[in-house]
Nanobody, 123 residues
């Protein structure tokens, strides 16, 4: 089973940028769809982005479209989430997860999860 570790979170001012990384070990990472989710305090986990195993198919939730970019480097077993124009509503714990379906969009579609990385955006 793939083990995932997120990094790159932190405190940033509104309008700033962060790049999150999701590093994988074990399994054949290059075969998996990878999704990013986030969970803000008191809210349900939100699916925000997805990239297929080949990198050619990407999906973004409306809440992040145009500001966030998902990419992957299969040679490094890593998926990235570049986050620009951050605002306080982006404050959350961000999780990456792997799934088998290129169209995965629900938590139940993803089998392995990282522990999450905190992103805090100050106004």
């Amino acid at each position: 089973q793939v083990r995932l570790v997120e990094s790159g979170g932190g405190l940033v001012q509104s309008g700033g940028s962060l790049r999150l990384s999701c590093a994988a070990s074990g399994g054949t990472f290059s075969l998996y769809t990878v999704g990013w989710f986030r969970q803000a305090p008191g809210k349900e986990r939100e699916f925000i982005a997805r990239i297929a195993w080949h990198g050619g198919s990407r999906y973004y939730a409306d809440s992040v479209k145009g500001r966030f970019t998902i990419s992957r480097d299969n040679a490094k077993n890593t998926v990235y989430l570049q986050m620009n124009s951050l605002n306080p509503e982006d404050t959350a714990i961000y999780y990456c997860a792997t799934g088998l379906s290129p169209g995965a969009s629900m938590e139940a579609h993803f089998g392995s999860w990282g522990q999450g990385t905190q992103v805090t955006v100050s106004s």
